[in-house]
């Protein structure tokens, strides 16, 4: 997983080219490697491993969303966090975001849980981890994305302006504790999961003050509104 043998959206690409040709890139490209030729099930395809980035690049991000894993079941990660492909139930915990959205800004519930249209607007759905095995959450933690993904968030925090980061839950607020609360602004509440949602995710109103953050910036505010009809982007890096 060299920086020339990866495709990525340009801007992304001059900045984590020397994450790419670090050892830990390339004892993770290794692995996946070779957790293909035994056989397994990596989720999202190989194509979309990097779909956050190359829907927004760096001088177009406005917002940043943190998740963890991949979702593990067939057919639902597409490289986007919290996000799920066209057909697909929608997950429990984008079921809560909607619920939130609706609350905050009027905005109906989606049909579906196809996020692209918020990522093409600038918002960077990073999940920590970019890749799972087939039903078993989980299984590529501490394998090296996560610091590929902390330098991710580095870059933006130091090459962009007034950036405004959700952090949703314990995991997401330790992984960006560093991003700079002077230049950018950071909104924390606790996890959508049906587990910790009404314990303050709920009326937290994060998509109204990240767009009244973005207007107080002179930027666009985000239409947090999704297309009926969910089309997936042939935008490629």
């Not at 050892?23 to 490209?29: A, D, I, N, T, V």
């Not at 959450?137 to 925090?157: K, P, S």
Request: aromatic share 10%; charged share 20%; proline share 7%.
């Amino acid at each position: 997983m060299s920086g020339s043998d990866v495709r990525l959206e340009e801007s992304w690409k001059r900045v984590l080219g020397p994450e790419f040709a670090s050892p830990y890139m390339q004892q993770l490209r290794e692995f996946l490697v070779a957790e293909k030729h035994a056989g397994k099930r990596i989720f999202p395809k190989g194509a979309d491993y990097f779909r956050a980035l190359d829907l927004t690049p760096l001088d177009r991000v406005r917002v940043v969303i943190l998740g963890q894993d991949p979702y593990h079941g067939a057919g639902q990660a597409h490289g986007l966090c919290f996000s799920v492909q066209p057909g697909v139930r929608v997950p429990p915990s984008l079921v809560n975001i909607y619920k939130e959205l609706q609350s905050d800004l009027g905005i109906p519930p989606a049909a579906h849980g196809f996020l692209e249209s918020w990522a093409q607007q600038g918002v960077l759905l990073l999940n920590s981890v970019l890749t799972v095995e087939e039903a078993r959450a989980g299984a590529h933690q501490g394998r090296g994305w996560e610091r590929f993904t902390d330098a991710v968030i580095r870059v933006v925090n130091d090459e962009c302006d007034n950036v405004v980061f959700m952090l949703w839950g314990a995991y997401a607020q330790k992984k960006a504790a560093f991003v700079d609360r002077q230049r950018h602004l950071v909104l924390t509440a606790p996890h959508p999961s049906p587990l910790s949602a009404h314990n303050g995710f709920f009326g937290c109103r994060h998509f109204s003050k990240a767009n009244d953050f973005l207007v107080s910036r002179g930027l666009d505010p985000i239409d947090w509104r999704l297309p009926e009809k969910p089309l997936r982007s042939s935008h490629q890096g």
